[in-house]
């Protein structure tokens, strides 16, 4: 069974950076490798939003709001898809959450990152 576990959230000024991890600890090689997953985001009153997704074969795609500047990537042998985000800003203030793509459900409890102006 596929849960994901989010972490790395925090507070940090404008401009600053941070890396979320989204791991599967109960997952084997052989279910999350082939997992297309992706970073979704919701910030209070607003729907949830894909940020960034990343594919069985590593093909990336990114909101158009954080191409240049937020990056998605996969490591098979940790089992964990990670989030680094740079020259953030307020309106990026949100809980980010990782989920497989298409996937509405299974959320998790999601990692709080708040950007101070």
């Known amino acids: 069974q596929v849960r994901l576990v989010e972490s790395g959230g925090g507070l940090v000024q404008a401009g600053g950076s941070l890396k979320l991890s989204c791991k599967c600890p109960?997952?084997?090689?052989?279910?999350?490798?082939?997992?297309?997953l992706g970073w979704y985001r919701q910030a209070p009153g607003n729907q949830r939003e894909l940020v960034a997704l990343?594919?069985?074969?590593?093909?990336?795609n990114y909101h158009d709001s954080v191409k240049g500047r937020f990056t998605i990537t996969k490591d098979n042998s940790r089992k964990t898809i990670y989030l680094q985000m740079n020259s953030l800003e307020p309106d990026e203030t949100a809980v980010y959450y990782c989920?497989?793509?298409?996937?509405?459900?299974?959320w998790g409890q999601g990692t709080q990152v708040t950007v101070s102006s």
């Open positions: 990343i594919t069985s074969t590593r093909t990336t």
């Open positions: 109960r997952c084997i090689t052989s279910v999350f490798n082939p997992l297309d």
């Open positions: 989920n497989q793509v298409g996937r509405n459900d299974a």
